[in-house]
Nanobody, 112 residues
Framework: QVQLVESGGGLVQPGGSLKLSCAASGISISGVDMAWYRQAPGKQREWVAGLRPTGALLYADSVKGRFTVSGDNTKNTVYLQMNSLKPEDSAVYYC??????WGQGTQVTVSS
C-alpha cells in the first residue's frame, strides 16, 4: 500500500521541542521533493519546509532557525525537528511527496 504516515506529534510547552517523522511505504522518498505543511484550525494549509532531491533544505520564514528538515533514504523516512516551539506553531502537520501524495497528519499542540 502506497502511503505516508506521520508520527511524533503531541503536547509540548512553549520553548520545547518535538521531532516529527514521515514514513513512506510502497513508494520511495529518494529523488523527489519532500515537504512538510501545517494547518491550524480555521486557517489554510501552509508550507513549512522542503527537502529537495539535490539536498537543498528550504524553510518558511516563520520557522527558519528553529525547524530542521532531514531525510533518511535507508529508512525511507523524512523528519522535521522542531525546536523553540511557540503557541502559534500549533497545528496538524502533514508531509507531502512529490507534490501529490499526502499523509494523514499528526497534531502538534504548544501550550503551557
Amino acid at each position: 500500500q502506497v502511503q505516508l504516515v506521520e508520527s511524533g506529534g503531541g503536547l509540548v510547552q512553549p520553548g520545547g521541542s518535538l521531532k516529527l517523522s514521515c514514513a513512506a511505504s510502497g513508494i520511495s522518498i529518494s529523488g523527489v521533493d519532500m515537504a512538510w505543511y501545517r494547518q491550524a484550525p480555521g486557517k489554510q494549509r501552509e508550507w513549512v519546509a522542503g527537502l529537495r532531491p539535490t539536498g537543498a533544505l528550504l524553510y518558511a520564514d516563520s520557522v527558519k532557525g528553529r525547524f530542521t528538515v532531514s531525510g533518511d533514504n535507508t529508512k525511507n523516512t523524512v523528519y522535521l525537528q522542531m525546536n523553540s516551539l511557540k503557541p502559534e506553531d500549533s497545528a496538524v502537520y502533514y508531509c507531502r511527496r512529490a507534490g501529490t501524495l499526502w499523509g494523514q497528519g499528526t497534531q502538534v499542540t504548544v501550550s503551557s
